[in-house]
Structure formats: structure tokens, C-alpha cells
């Protein structure tokens, strides 16, 4: 006989919230034993493998769960946000179709370095992928944004706001250095008053760029 108080609705909703709180459980548990970085995809499967079994009446732990090796962790320890949130669609197909064409740089390339949110482009961490220096790493995240906002987004200029908000969040800001660094910068137009400057794509930046994303994705340059 079929339950009158079952409500699929209802029961969706609870299976979903409790997926959800079983991953951020997981990942605090891996979080909060300090695992190394190498390690934590596997510990966080090894996490989820245990609250499922641990826990009766528990929702399945889901088959593709949000690895939180796009999670790295800066210089005191915590972790630092270098990869799309949870659920965010880091793919939204037209963005990167003109982001390509732009650039002439192919789009499955460019999703291993980028994803878009409803703020814009972001870039996938961990920072010691854009430069072995907070110099270069923030010079590499302006040029990656900078390039991104203009080819995908038609953006003819990125603020100084914008692009040091990037770097926070990746942590490479070189902070008291920020007007030096920028104004170092070789592959980009940097201007404007010193609380009001942006920067700007140069017709030899989507090359500049090109060799970024090389660097990035680890290939040795053609």
C-alpha cells in the first residue's frame, strides 16, 4: 500500500540536503587532519567511503564527488578557494567558444586553467602554478584575467580591484608592492591615476597568453 504522507518532492529535497552535508562533513574531516595536499582526493573518498557505511538510513554518497584537490592551502595553513564552487558550471560552452577564437587557444585548454562564475573569469589554483614568485604569479594571474575579461567578455579594460581580488583569493598578493608589480608588467597596458588604474590587453597579449596557459597546463611550448 503506498504511504499518503510520501511526498517525492519532499523526499528529494531531504536526499539532497543530505548529500550535501555528507560531503562538506567529508571534507572537513580531511580539512581539519591537515592531510597534504597529494593526498587529500584519496582521503576525501576514503571519508565518504566511512560516513556512508557509518551511518544508516544515510543518502548514497554521490559516484563523482567534488574532489577538493582544486583546494589548496596558503602559507598558514588554510585553505585558499582556487577552484569553481561547488555545483558552480565552470563550462559555459559560448564564453569559452569566443574566448578561443579570440586567443587561438583551444577550448578544452582553456578549461583546464579557467572557469566562469556570475563575477567572471577565475583561474584554477594552486598559485606555484603561475610563477615560482608572488611577483610573478601576480603579473601571471593580471595577464590571465585581464585577457579573458576582454577576448571573452569584451571588456576593454579590468580594474586594479578586480584583478587584486584575484590574487587574494589565490593568495599572491604582493600587498605593499602591489603599484610595483603591476606597473613591472610587459604583457599588458597598465594605466590610469594611481587610485584609478586599469589594464589593458596589447596586440601581443593573446601571445603572451598562449605561452601562459603552455606553462600552466605543464606542456613543453612547440
Known amino acids: 500500500m503506498e504511504d499518503e504522507d510520501y511526498d517525492p518532492g519532499t523526499y528529494r529535497r531531504r536526499l539532497v540536503l543530505e548529500v550535501e552535508e555528507l560531503i562538506a562533513r567529508a571534507w572537513g574531516a580531511v580539512r581539519d587532519a591537515g ?3 597529494p593526498l587529500q582526493e584519496l582521503a576525501f ?3 565518504i567511503d566511512f560516513l556512508t557505511r557509518s551511518a544508516p538510513g544515510a543518502a548514497p554518497a554521490p559516484s563523482t564527488p567534488t574532489s577538493p584537490a582544486s583546494v589548496t592551502a596558503d602559507d598558514t ?3 585558499a578557494a582556487s577552484g569553481p564552487p561547488a555545483g558552480q558550471k565552470s ?10 577564437e579570440e586567443a587561438s587557444i583551444s577550448v578544452d585548454d582553456l578549461q583546464e586553467v579557467y572557469y566562469f562564475d556570475e563575477s567572471g573569469p577565475h583561474l584554477m589554483g594552486p598559485r606555484s602554478k603561475f610563477g615560482s614568485t608572488t611577483k610573478d604569479q601576480a603579473q601571471a594571474v593580471a595577464l590571465a584575467i585581464t585577457t579573458a575579461r576582454n577576448y571573452a ?5 579590468t580594474t586594479d580591484e578586480v ?3 584575484e590574487c587574494q583569493r589565490l593568495k599572491c598578493d604582493p600587498k605593499g608592492n602591489w603599484a610595483k608589480v603591476m606597473g613591472g608588467l610587459s604583457t599588458l597596458v597598465y594605466t590610469g591615476p594611481p587610485r584609478g588604474k586599469v589594464a589593458r590587453v596589447k ?3 593573446h601571445q603572451s597568453l598562449q605561452a ?7 606542456a613543453a611550448p612547440e
Open 203 to 205: 596586440p601581443s597579449s
Open 163 to 165: 584583478l587584486r581580488a
Open 45 to 47: 573518498k576514503q571519508a
Open 212 to 218: 601562459l596557459v603552455t606553462k600552466i597546463r605543464g
Open 153 to 157: 567578455l569584451d571588456e576593454t579594460e
Open 35 to 37: 592531510v597534504p595536499e
Open 91 to 100: 563550462n559555459d560552452a559560448s564564453l569559452f567558444d569566443k574566448f578561443s
Open 77 to 79: 595553513g588554510k585553505p
